[in-house]
């Protein structure tokens, strides 16, 4: 795949996102951020950012979803910058690291920001203060990659340490942490349907389910440390790029197979790749600071002339290198195209006009995935009037023998013209044999297929069991399934009658339509077919997979119509995938809004204020975690407030000392209290910790809440 456009920026490229509107925002090592337009490549906007240079290869620089924010970790000072994209201008510096900031990354509503550092530590920042709202459980090793879930309801951090951990930051309530990888983690990517992929510096993909903390599955690894990952619109594919190899990798996230190890191949090491659904346009940056966009359709033009010139070898080797010409309405044009010259060689062989059927199909030889039809095709039709003689002269058991060896063969006018035949004969046959005296007569009636294997047990059932046939249709008629595959289950040759297939079209058509009804959230409905296709054998993993929903999702509108939060927080957990149903993310909008709120008043210290503004969630067990994290952070900015203090010379030593105590009853002894005695020493304020009782962030709600925590708990 050839690029439809390069740029080049002189350094490497540290991130690309699309912003929206048809524009990327591209910010390289030396912090220079660029926007361009997506349609004419003409850059619009920029400006350099005096700091030192960032890493390419980390994961230090991000851009928010709609380009309302940029972050970068600066090297050396254990900090974090957040500027506005459309202003140019420093918003945030923040700090709380004790190492250098080597992975940052925005939620998907820009309200938040995650930054991970050489400490181990992770934070959640709101965009609304600056402030750390959250800190998540430390690593024993630098943290190199954050992320958050596409609802905003999951962080996920990958460590140095080999270990990913997934956290549920909407609560606080749940944690995993596994050791999955045999190399540093590399990067962490969510994608929807509770799915999310790390990457490993040895080259190790790795799919989970991450809202049960389990693996999904072991992707094909790379050649070396994973650098970036995107995916397309419906994330039915994941394109890879690593570290010292100059091909971007092609999966299948459908059936997590390695479709191509050089979907693309470029001149330069790439970096970063970003996947614009609006455009069909991948773009990578490399670190000799080029810029290449692909459109992965743009060979669909070449594709359509191949098919009109009939260059049908040039045209599906076009479409081995690039499986997205899969998804057009062009190559449905060519496999058109090719079902018609597979049924006109057919025809010809009929006809006898052998050479002129093998020229029509002899380019398709040369097609790997039509070789071995076109050569079945040949072979079977080298018996074609042997066959056409036996049906014209009503050998049938010749003729069946034929087509069985020779399957082709079947889809001659002749093998229908024996199937009809055979249909309007057994059928006459199944209506003579409830009449009086008429047995020999049937016999007669199906002399012409005596001896045809495929109808024997036909034949042999309606003179020894001539109640079945009734049997099997009075079945079909009444819907009573069960007892109709249990016939066919005990009479397998049954599954080549009339009956059965009209069962099997009622089926299909009736699991169609629950698939429909559940997505306009008729439940009962889909309960009541569920149980109609409960009957139906081939039918049995989808309709319980169909039913389960359908139940869970009826019960959680009764738990919703209660209003009890807690009960609703609890159903959801036991049944992740309703995080993504409407009701509850509109509730968990409200969460989100209100917790915004009294993160504001978190960065003024004021713990009356957020308990009043979270008071009817505090009943929520699953919240009370969160909760308290946004207490705590009022608690810390109030203990800022008092170091503040003592660095203008105010003797705060008593109050501090009563603070940390507190603090240390209410919380535990964490990193960040441990941060503030540390600087506290440097401004020759000692405390005494000694006998001193330590809580735990889960008990906070038990003990009483002062408007200042130096004050009595």
Same mark, same amino acid.
């Given at each position: 795949?050839?690029?439809?456009?390069?740029?080049?920026?002189?350094?490497?490229?540290?991130?690309?996102?699309?912003?929206?509107?048809?524009?990327?925002?591209?910010?390289?090592?030396?912090?220079?951020?660029?926007?361009? #337009?997506?349609?004419?490549?003409?850059?619009?906007?920029?400006?350099?950012?005096?700091?030192?240079?960032?890493?390419? @290869?980390?994961?230090?620089?991000?851009?928010?979803?709609?380009?309302?924010?940029?972050?970068?970790?600066?090297?050396?000072?254990?900090?974090?910058?957040?500027?506005?994209?459309?202003?140019?201008?420093?918003?945030?510096?923040?700090?709380?690291?004790?190492? #250098?900031?080597?992975?940052? =990354?925005?939620?998907?509503?820009?309200?938040?920001?995650?930054?991970?550092?050489? #400490?181990?530590?992770?934070?959640?920042?709101?965009?609304?203060?600056?402030?750390?709202?959250?800190?998540?459980?430390?690593?024993? #090793?630098?943290?190199?990659?954050?992320?958050?879930?596409?609802?905003?309801?999951?962080?996920?951090?990958?460590?140095?340490?080999?270990?990913?951990?997934?956290?549920?930051?909407?609560?606080?309530?749940?944690?995993?942490?596994?050791?999955?990888?045999?190399?540093?983690?590399?990067?962490?990517?969510?994608?929807?349907?509770?799915?999310?992929?790390?990457?490993?510096?040895?080259?190790?993909?790795?799919?989970?389910?991450?809202?049960?903390?389990?693996?999904?599955?072991?992707?094909?690894?790379?050649?070396?440390?994973?650098?970036?990952?995107?995916?397309?619109?419906?994330?039915?594919?994941?394109?890879?790029? =690593?570290?010292?190899?100059?091909?971007?990798?092609?999966?299948?996230?459908?059936?997590?197979?390695?479709?191509?190890?050089?979907?693309?191949?470029?001149?330069?090491?790439?970096?970063?790749?970003?996947?614009?659904?609006?455009?069909?346009?991948?773009?990578?940056?490399?670190?000799?600071?080029?810029?290449?966009?692909?459109?992965?359709?743009?060979?669909?033009?070449?594709?359509?002339?191949?098919?009109?010139?009939?260059?049908?070898?040039?045209?599906?080797?076009?479409?081995?290198?690039?499986?997205?010409?899969?998804?057009?309405?062009?190559?449905?044009?060519?496999?058109?195209?090719?079902?018609?010259?597979?049924?006109?060689?057919?025809?010809?062989?009929?006809?006898?006009?052998?050479?002129?059927?093998?020229?029509?199909?002899?380019?398709?030889?040369?097609?790997?995935?039509?070789?071995?039809?076109?050569?079945?095709?040949?072979?079977?039709?080298?018996?074609?009037?042997?066959?056409?003689?036996?049906?014209?002269?009503?050998?049938?058991?010749?003729?069946?023998?034929?087509?069985?060896?020779?399957?082709?063969?079947?889809?001659?006018?002749?093998? @229908?013209?024996?199937? !009809?035949?055979?249909? @309007?004969?057994?059928?006459?046959?199944?209506?003579?044999?409830?009449?009086?005296?008429?047995?020999?007569?049937?016999?007669?009636?199906?002399?012409?297929?005596?001896?045809?294997?495929?109808?024997?047990?036909?034949?042999?059932?309606?003179?020894?069991?001539?109640?079945?046939?009734?049997?099997?249709?009075?079945?079909?008629?009444?819907?009573?399934?069960?007892?109709?595959?249990?016939?066919?289950?005990?009479?397998?040759?049954?599954? !080549?009658?009339?009956?059965?297939?009209?069962?099997?079209?009622?089926?299909?058509?009736?699991?169609?339509?629950?698939?429909?009804?559940? &997505?306009?959230?008729?439940?009962?409905?889909?309960?009541?077919?569920?149980?109609?296709?409960?009957?139906?054998?081939?039918?049995?993993?989808?309709?319980?997979?169909?039913?389960?929903?359908?139940?869970?999702?009826?019960?959680?509108?009764?738990?919703?119509?209660?209003?009890?939060?807690?009960?609703?927080?609890?159903?959801?957990?036991?049944?992740?995938?309703?995080?993504?149903?409407?009701?509850?993310?509109?509730?968990?909008?409200?969460?989100?809004?209100?917790?915004?709120?009294?993160?504001?008043?978190?960065?003024?210290?004021?713990? &009356?204020?957020?308990?009043?503004?979270?008071?009817?969630?505090?009943?929520?067990?699953?919240?009370?975690?969160?909760?308290?994290?946004?207490?705590?952070?009022?608690?810390?900015?109030?203990?800022?407030?008092?170091?503040?203090?003592?660095?203008?010379?105010?003797?705060?030593?008593?109050?501090?000392?009563?603070?940390?105590?507190?603090?240390?009853?209410?919380?535990?002894?964490?990193?960040?209290?441990?941060?503030?005695?540390?600087?506290?020493?440097?401004?020759?304020?000692?405390?005494?910790?000694?006998?001193?009782?330590?809580?735990?962030?889960?008990?906070?709600?038990?003990?009483?809440?002062?408007?200042?925590?130096?004050?009595?708990?």
């Amino acid at each position: 795949m050839q690029p439809k456009k390069i740029l080049n920026v002189k350094r490497a490229v540290s991130k690309i996102r699309y912003i929206g509107d048809g524009h990327i925002c591209v910010v390289d090592e030396t912090n220079t951020v660029r926007i361009y #337009d997506i349609n004419n490549y003409k850059l619009l906007d920029g400006f350099k950012i005096k700091l030192p240079k960032n890493n390419p @290869k980390e994961n230090s620089v991000d851009i928010s979803n709609n380009g309302k924010y940029l972050a970068i970790g600066i090297r050396g000072k254990h900090k974090t910058t957040v500027w506005s994209l459309k202003e140019k201008k420093l918003i945030y510096t923040l700090g709380w690291h004790k190492g #250098d900031v080597l992975s940052v =990354s925005f939620d998907s509503e820009e309200k938040y920001l995650m930054t991970g550092g050489e #400490d181990g530590r992770t934070y959640i920042w709101s965009m609304a203060t600056g402030k750390m709202v959250t800190s998540l459980p430390p690593h024993a #090793d630098y943290v190199t990659s954050v992320a958050f879930s596409k609802n905003c309801l999951w962080g996920a951090m990958g460590s140095y340490d080999k270990f990913v951990t997934i956290t549920n930051i909407s609560s606080m309530d749940i944690s995993y942490r596994k050791k999955v990888h045999k190399g540093a983690v590399s990067i962490v990517r969510f994608m929807n349907n509770q799915r999310l992929i790390s990457g490993d510096k040895t080259g190790e993909l790795v799919v989970w389910n991450y809202a049960k903390g389990k693996i999904l599955k072991r992707l094909p690894s790379m050649v070396d440390m994973i650098l970036d990952v995107a995916f397309n619109s419906d994330e039915s594919f994941m394109f890879a790029i =690593s570290d010292t190899n100059k091909k971007v990798y092609l999966y299948s996230m459908e059936n997590y197979e390695l479709i191509s190890d050089e979907f693309i191949k470029i001149l330069e090491l790439p970096n970063v790749i970003e996947y614009v659904p609006e455009y069909d346009c991948l773009i990578i940056g490399t670190l000799d600071g080029s810029i290449y966009f692909y459109n992965l359709y743009e060979d669909e033009k070449k594709l359509a002339e191949l098919i009109e010139n009939n260059e049908f070898e040039k045209a599906y080797e076009l479409v081995s290198q690039n499986p997205f010409l899969k998804m057009t309405k062009t190559y449905d044009a060519l496999e058109e195209k090719w079902n018609k010259l597979l049924l006109l060689a057919q025809k010809k062989f009929e006809k006898g006009e052998v050479e002129l059927a093998k020229q029509i199909l002899a380019q398709f030889l040369k097609i790997p995935s039509k070789r071995s039809l076109v050569q079945s095709l040949f072979n079977d039709f080298s018996e074609f009037e042997k066959f056409k003689k036996a049906v014209l002269n009503l050998k049938y058991p010749l003729a069946y023998s034929l087509a069985t060896k020779y399957p082709y063969l079947k889809n001659t006018v002749y093998y @229908k013209k024996m199937e !009809d035949d055979w249909k @309007k004969v057994f059928n006459k046959a199944k209506e003579m044999i409830f009449q009086k005296d008429k047995e020999d007569e049937v016999r007669e009636v199906l002399k012409p297929f005596r001896g045809v294997t495929e109808k024997t047990p036909f034949i042999q059932t309606l003179f020894n069991e001539k109640q079945l046939y009734y049997l099997l249709s009075q079945k079909l008629q009444k819907k009573e399934f069960s007892d109709f595959f249990s016939l066919v289950n005990r009479f397998p040759f049954l599954s !080549d009658s009339d009956e059965y297939e009209k069962a099997i079209k009622y089926g299909e058509n009736l699991i169609n339509r629950a698939r429909e009804l559940l &997505k306009q959230g008729e439940y009962k409905k889909v309960i009541n077919i569920a149980e109609i296709l409960e009957q139906f054998p081939m039918f049995k993993e989808e309709v319980e997979d169909l039913k389960e929903k359908a139940n869970i999702l009826l019960e959680f509108h009764r738990v919703l119509a209660t209003h009890d939060l807690n009960l609703i927080e609890k159903f959801v957990k036991e049944h992740p995938f309703l995080e993504d149903v409407e009701d509850y993310q509109e509730l968990e909008r409200e969460w989100r809004d209100k917790l915004q709120k009294s993160e504001i008043f978190a960065a003024k210290g004021d713990v &009356k204020e957020i308990l009043n503004e979270l008071k009817n969630y505090m009943k929520i067990e699953d919240k009370r975690i969160k909760i308290g994290q946004v207490v705590k952070s009022a608690y810390l900015q109030q203990i800022i407030s008092l170091l503040a203090k003592a660095l203008k010379g105010q003797n705060v030593a008593e109050y501090f000392e009563k603070a940390v105590r507190n603090y240390i009853k209410l919380f535990g002894f964490d990193m960040e209290i441990s941060d503030l005695i540390e600087k506290a020493k440097k401004l020759n304020i000692e405390i005494d910790l000694s006998d001193i009782e330590e809580g735990d962030l889960s008990k906070w709600h038990l003990y009483k809440h002062p408007e200042r925590i130096w004050e009595d708990l």
